[in-house]
C-alpha cells in the first residue's frame, strides 16, 4: 500500500519505531483505552518491565489481558478498568512474547490456524499457490492415514478456502500481502486472493509461534517433508 502512495505521487515519510519509554507506553495506553495518562501509568509500568518497550509485544500483551478478561469494560462507566494485581500475575505468566502470540493464534478458527501452522514452514515471503498445493497435499496424506476413508479433521484447510484464511490472517495483523503494487484495484478491494499473491509474516516472532502449534513427532516431520519438496 505505501508502494502504491509513493506512485500516485504521495509524499512518504519514514518515522523509526523505536523502542517506547514507561511515559511512551503510557500514552500508547491511554490512547487505546481512552483513558487519561495517570490511570495507565501503573498498568504501563507492568508491561514495559515485561515487554522493554517493544510496540509488538506491548500490544500483544494488552491483548491478551483482554482476551483473558483482566481488560474489561465496565458496562456503565464504558471505560475499561482492570486489577492490577491480577494484571501483574498474567504479564507474568505470560512474559515469553512467543507464548502471548500463541495464546492468540490458539483462539483463532482451526481453519485459519491450520492455515497459518503451515505457513510457517515457508520462507519469510510466499505465494498463495505454493501454500495452497502444500495444504492439498497435506490434506491427502491425512486421508490416506484413516482408516476406512474416515473423514478425520486434518491440517488442511476445510470450511474456509485459503484465500479467505489468507485474508482473515491480514485482518487479524498477522500476515501482509506484498502484491498490492501489482493487484488491481477491484482485487484489493474484494480481498481476491490470486494464486500469484504474495504474502509474509508481520513479524518473526509470529511465525515462530505459529511454527510452535506443531507439536514434535511425526506430524512436524511429514509436514517438514512436504515442504522440502516443494522449495
Known amino acids: ?29 491511554a490512547s487505546s ?8 501509568a501503573p498498568l504501563a509500568k507492568l508491561l514495559h518491565d515485561k515487554t522493554k518497550g517493544n510496540v509488538l509485544y506491548t500490544m500483544q500483551a494488552l491483548e491478551g489481558l483482554r ?17 492490577e494485581q491480577r494484571a501483574a500475575d498474567e504479564i507474568d505468566l505470560s512474559a515469553n512474547v512467543v507464548d502471548l502470540i500463541t495464546s492468540k ?3 483463532l478458527p482451526e481453519d485459519l490456524r491450520r492455515c497459518l501452522q503451515m505457513a510457517s514452514f515457508l520462507r519469510s515471503t510466499f505465494r498463495r499457490s505454493l501454500l495452497e498445493t502444500l495444504m492439498d497435499m ?4 491425512q486421508q490416506q492415514k484413516a482408516d476406512g476413508g474416515d473423514t478425520m479433521r486434518t491440517l488442511a484447510v476445510a470450511d474456509m478456502s485459503v484465500g479467505d484464511a489468507l485474508n482473515l490472517a491480514v485482518k487479524e495483523e498477522l500476515l501482509e500481502r506484498l502484491d498490492v503494487d501489482t493487484a488491481t ?26 511454527f510452535s502449534l506443531t507439536p514434535p513427532g511425526d506430524e ?10 516443494h522449495l
Open 1 to 29: 500500500a505505501v508502494s502504491q502512495w509513493k506512485t500516485n505521487g504521495k509524499t512518504i515519510h519514514d518515522i523509526p519505531l523505536n523502542d517506547l519509554t514507561v511515559t511512551q507506553t503510557a500514552e500508547l495506553l
Open 33 to 40: 483505552l481512552r483513558l487519561d495518562v495517570v490511570k495507565t
Open 67 to 83: 482476551r483473558r478478561k483482566v481488560l474489561t469494560r465496565n458496562i456503565h462507566t464504558m471505560q475499561w478498568e482492570w486489577d
Open 105 to 107: 493464534l490458539q483462539s
Open 138 to 141: 497435506e490434506i491427502e496424506h
Open 185 to 210: 484495484a477491484a482485487e484489493i478491494a474484494e480481498g481476491t486472493v490470486t494464486s500469484g499473491a504474495t504474502f509474509r509474516f508481520v513479524h518473526d516472532r509470529i511465525q515462530q509461534a505459529a
Open 220 to 229: 512436524l516431520d511429514q509436514m517438514k517433508y512436504q515442504v522440502g519438496k
